[in-house]
């Protein structure tokens, strides 16, 4: 039997806005290991010893060339992948600065606003982060 740090996993996420309201959605590649052609939000496993915004900052700069200000936890999900039981923590995020320089993980991406969203499949969590973004903006305008 495998010991329980081998069965759960950590991952943060960051749903990145542009001054403009748009979001940032990337495209996984074809050959990525999970949903392949899917769109989905920048991010992925924290490292021992890594904080957690430090984590989506640093993913979110290796996948995009993005620098990102993580904000506030928008959503907390849970999930298996594969033989791992992974919590993934999604931050509402602000673009700070650079341009769009995709990882080999994405073949595309796009600036979307958050009602036009592109059709076709999107990754686990993805669209549910999204949809708390816009709950919590509701919310806030209250």
């Not at 990145?16 to 050959?31: K, M």
């Not at 924290?46 to 995009?64: C, F, I, K, S, Y």
């Not at 993580?70 to 992948?81: D, K």
């Amino acid at each position: 039997m495998s010991s329980p740090a081998q069965c759960l996993g950590v991952t943060g996420r960051a749903v990145v806005r542009r001054e403009d309201g748009a979001l940032l959605l990337l495209r996984r590649a074809a050959e990525a290991e999970w949903e392949p052609g899917c769109w989905d939000l920048p991010g992925g496993k924290v490292e021992v010893g890594e904080q957690l915004v430090d984590a989506v900052a640093r993913e979110t700069r290796e996948e995009t060339g993005l620098t990102v200000v993580p904000g506030g936890v928008i959503l907390v999900s849970h999930f298996w992948r594969g033989a791992v039981w992974v919590t993934s923590v999604t931050f509402a995020s602000r673009y700070r600065s650079g341009a769009v320089q995709l990882s080999p993980e994405h073949s595309d991406y796009l600036w979307a606003r958050p009602g036009s969203l592109p059709p076709g499949s999107f990754a686990t969590g993805a669209l549910e982060a999204i949809e708390a973004l816009k709950a919590i903006e509701v919310l806030d305008e209250r």
